[in-house]
């Protein structure tokens, strides 16, 4: 394989891997908000939404 090809490899990876972070930031908002939205006396729904939200 080229020099060059291997330039292309790397960047498609680095892209797919960009695409994937900023998909699954998405999905772990979405969860945060869902369970935000769940009554507050929840415990699973408040600790887990401040959990991650120190993760993020």
Excluded at 33 to 54: F, R, Y
């Amino acid at each position: 394989m080229t020099v060059g090809g291997m330039a292309m490899v790397v960047i498609a990876m680095g892209v797919i891997v960009r695409v994937l972070v900023f998909v699954a930031d998405r999905l772990v908002h979405g969860v945060i908000l869902k369970l935000s939205l769940l009554p507050s006396e929840h415990p699973v729904a408040t600790i887990g939404s401040s959990h991650l939200l120190e993760i993020s």
